[in-house]
């Protein structure tokens, strides 16, 4: 049986400098993401498109939402698998090609470090990232191919 989800935000384009967009480069990139019980999310244009390089901008945060749906059904299916992970990063990378006046993601690295309370778990968990790949639900939205760089270290602390 299928089940669905539906999930609710506001964008609010905080951008109107007091002319709006009649010219391109006199309107502010700023926008906020507001979601009920939640805090706002500010956000802007990536800087090369005039946006504040301090803030979010979607690309980030494309690839923060592949990032972190890995992570989090990775987590689960450790746990659920009793390997005891004791810490997890992830430095992620996206390249996104600018054809035909747009641009898409054409390539998501995840390159995720995770550490393990125990070596007898290493090569479970190395191959469990293959398996919250297939459940995550970003990456099954997307159609970028996203590949896993992942490295299974054990807490010498622990062992």
């Known amino acids: 049986m299928n089940k669905a989800h539906t999930y609710k935000s506001q964008l609010i384009w905080d951008g109107n400098l007091g002319d709006g967009t009649s010219t391109y480069q006199g309107y ?4 906020r993401v507001v979601i009920d019980g939640k805090p706002d999310l500010h956000g802007t244009a990536d800087p090369m498109f005039r946006g504040d390089a301090a803030k979010h901008n979607p690309e980030d945060l494309f690839l ?8 989090l059904s990775y987590l689960a299916l450790c746990a659920r698998a009793s390997i005891n992970v004791v810490d997890y990063r992830d430095d992620a990378t996206g390249e996104l090609l600018f054809e035909g006046g747009g641009g898409r993601f054409i390539e998501i690295r995840l390159h995720p470090t995770v550490t ?43 062992a």
Do not use: T, W
């Open 28 to 31: 502010g990139r700023q926008y």
């Open 64 to 71: 923060a939402a592949v990032s972190s749906c890995h992570m």
């Open 116 to 158: 393990v309370a125990d070596a007898k778990d290493v090569d479970r968990a190395k191959a469990l990232h293959e398996r919250a790949h297939e459940l995550c639900f970003i990456a099954n939205s997307c159609s970028a191919p996203i590949h896993h760089d992942a490295i299974v270290k054990v807490d010498e602390a622990l």
